[in-house]
């Protein structure tokens, strides 16, 4: 086991207080031990980081643009590989949701495709954060976003989430995991797994974002809980394309959970939405379902 | 020297192969592909030890040679046309981060409407990207043109990205005879790649930070002092390549009978070929006509053109390309080189999406330049218009 003492993302960076991600991260780095090269697309993490000439990297990182993290990352993978520095040091991408499930997706598909050993990590905060809380392919349905607003004849984002974990274990990925900051212990372990898997691994990171979702920062811990506590956010692991663990939970409804964020709010105000309610319940029922996280 | 007659493709492949690449990555587009697929075969046959990425995109090819150059590899890539535009944003970005990376062009029109043969748009439209340029006019050039642009883009008082662009169909498929130097001459003038920093574990960087107000203008300003400083490195390197090698490419710009020309044709690539031969003749019947070859188009050679054109009476440009609503990009740039010289600069857009320029054509444009008639479209068909 990694040596869960050490930091390496260190303090002082410039994320909002409560940020669900860099807390993700500084847990990340201590799932993936210090010999590691970290490439991070545009995004929150990115510009919260490494605002020139500061980091608050201690291990080697490189930001290149938003969309090309999986092939910046395929290209130092061969590079090591060439060099001969393969396994002694190891690759990991840490984007955002924005960056992995819409705009990234070209360069990623065709990293796990041809199978470059490296690790991706999505820190899933449900929408484009660093420019101002825009809808992604992440963003959950009915989620108020400032391009999904809800209105008159909205009840905000009218989509569910792209289900890209799913996607990526089609590609033939050898380790493919869901987890959530706010299950620390979790999540460090499946990094450790993911980074000690040769092949293309993915892990998708709930990371509750105060800012964007509408709750007090203090809370961003509880929030992803009730996430994972009502179906909405299944935490489970994908081995050689088959289904290897889901974290068993007594459910709860999911009106709690919404209820405690800003951008569901148009749900409860001025009356209950029972029938987009229950639309949302239907998703948690089916995620319940598909992985089998109900304790009987 | 020996010389051996082929592709031009080919002989790029095997050019590329000497420079021993650690990874290779590209994506496939016409005219480019026998280029890859030689080194494709090359490596198949381990006759280079690198690590070659079929990617699904030209966007993937050049942001998989960011990543491996950064991490401390020598890398190639190449391409053309609307591989070139995919790439658009990873161009200028490979040359923000100050990558040597060496990439070849084989030049093609830009569509719409589709076109896969030759014109220079395609290279043109990134001369803002803050890329080196250099053009060839045959094969021979091309490959030593790729030697001497790792040569360069690797000087830790340069680092920067290199385009070696030659013309598509015109250059890229047709046999020649050419040089293909031995490795180990390769290897003496080049060296193994020696990076100025890389990702590495044992000395944490941060790479690709992003830059405030108070940062950027400060980086854009070095950037462009260091694609200026290259014209002492083309010189100096151009130099030491013609003693081992025999062919000297010190000159940024090479004149072809023009010391005592009365009308100077500047143009780049292929077309130039063309163009020594039409002065050729046009000298037989004692008309006094000269070429300016520019081979490398960023940095800007503007002093040595303004210096090896001050004698002229008229100045004819060949744009295999156009800045739609404004000029030919290597007239404007020749006239900017030119001002305050008085000469008359006429521009002459020809060639476009691969029609065809013969030597009349360069005959009768040095006939419109003397009668003052230019900054046109050469070669209109008036019947489609």
Redesign the interface.
């Known amino acids: 086991m990694v040596d869960r003492t050490i930091e390496n993302f260190d303090c002082g960076h410039r994320a909002c207080g409560g940020c669900g991600a860099s807390s993700a991260v500084r847990m990340i780095l201590k799932g993936t031990g ?4 970290v ?1 991070s697309p545009t995004g929150c993490l ?2 919260f980081s ?4 500061e ?1 608050a ?9 938003f ?2 993290a ?14 001969g520095r393969l396994g ?2 190891k690759v990991l991408v840490i984007g955002g949701d924005g960056a992995t499930v819409d705009i990234g997706m ?2 990623l ?3 796990f ?2 199978g470059h050993d490296f690790t991706y990590i999505c820190y899933d905060n449900e929408a484009y954060m660093n420019t101002g809380i825009q809808r992604s392919g992440a963003t959950p349905y009915d989620a108020d976003t400032t391009t999904s607003p809800s209105g008159t004849c909205s009840y905000g984002n009218n989509r569910p989430k792209k289900d890209l974990p799913q996607i990526l274990a089609a590609h033939g990925s050898p380790y493919v995991a869901t987890t959530s900051m706010a299950y620390p212990m979790d999540l460090m372990k499946k990094v450790e797994k993911a980074m000690n898997t040769p092949g293309s691994c993915y892990i998708q990171v709930h990371t509750p974002c105060c800012t964007g979702w509408g709750f007090d920062g203090a809370k961003t811990m509880v929030i992803g809980r009730m996430a994972v506590e009502c179906g909405l956010w299944p935490c489970y692991d994908i081995v050689d394309g088959k289904l290897a663990s889901a974290k068993k939970i007594k459910r709860v409804p999911v009106d709690e959970y919404l209820k405690a964020q800003k951008r569901f709010r148009h749900l409860f105000k001025p009356t209950r939405n029972e029938a987009e309610l229950a639309k949302i319940q239907a998703i948690a029922d089916a995620n319940a379902a598909k992985y089998g996280i109900d304790i009987e | 020297m020996t010389l051996q007659i082929m592709e031009g493709s080919i002989a790029v492949a095997e050019t590329v192969r000497l420079c021993r690449p ?2 290779i ?1 590209a994506y496939p587009i016409t005219p480019q592909t026998h280029i890859v697929e030689g080194l494709a075969s090359i490596v198949a046959d381990g006759r280079l ?3 070659y ?5 030209e ?3 050049l ?11 020598r ?1 190639y890539s190449a391409t053309t046309s609307q591989g070139l535009a995919l790439m658009g ?2 161009v200028f ?1 490979a040359a923000g ?1 100050r990558l040597p990376i060496v990439m070849s062009i084989a030049n093609r029109a830009i569509g719409a409407p589709l076109s896969i043969w030759n014109d220079q748009q395609d290279s043109i439209m990134m001369r803002d990207s803050g890329w080196l340029q250099f053009y060839a006019e045959d094969n021979q050039e091309a490959v030593d043109l790729h030697i001497l642009a790792y040569k360069i883009c690797e000087d830790h008082d340069i680092l920067l990205p290199a385009f070696v662009c030659f013309d598509g169909f015109i250059l890229s498929h047709v046999f020649e005879p050419v040089d293909i130097p031995s490795s180990d001459e390769v290897d003496k003038f080049l060296g193994p790649f020696a990076p100025y920093q890389r ?3 044992k ?10 107000p108070e ?1 950027y203008l400060e980086f854009r300003y070095e950037h462009d002092l260091a694609v200026y400083r290259a014209a002492d490195a083309v010189s100096r390197y151009g130099k030491a390549f013609g003693e081992m090698f025999g062919r000297d490419y010190a000159a940024l710009v090479e004149g072809y009978k023009l010391e005592d020309a009365d009308v100077a044709i500047v143009a780049m690539g292929s077309i130039c070929g063309t163009t020594k031969d039409a002065i050729d003749e046009m000298r037989a019947e004692g008309k006094r006509v000269g070429l300016l070859k520019i081979r490398c188009f960023r940095p800007f050679p503007s002093t040595d053109i303004a210096k090896a054109l001050a004698h002229v009476n008229t100045i004819a440009v060949l744009d295999k390309n156009v800045s739609l609503g404004a000029k030919g990009a290597v007239a404007i740039e020749v006239k900017e080189a030119c001002y305050g010289s008085c000469i008359p600069v006429y521009d002459y857009i020809l060639g476009l999406g691969g029609r065809d320029v013969c030597k009349q054509d360069i005959k009768k444009i040095v006939e419109l330049a003397e009668k003052g008639t230019g900054d046109m479209f050469y070669g209109l068909r008036e019947e489609l218009l």
Not at chain 1, 57 to 65: N, V
């Open positions: 210090g010999n590691t090269i490439v990115e510009v490494t605002p020139y000439p980091t990297w201690k291990i080697p990182w490189i930001h290149s643009l969309e090309n999986s092939a910046v990352a395929s290209g130092i993978e061969a590079a090591l590989k060439k060099q002694e040091e070209l360069c598909s065709g990293a495709e041809r | 650690q990874v990555s030890d690198a690590e990425i079929c990617v699904d995109s966007f993937s090819a942001s998989c040679c960011i990543g491996a150059s950064a991490a401390g590899s890398v944003e990873v970005n981060m990702l590495d574990v000395d944490p960087i941060s790479f690709g930070m992003y830059a405030t940062y």
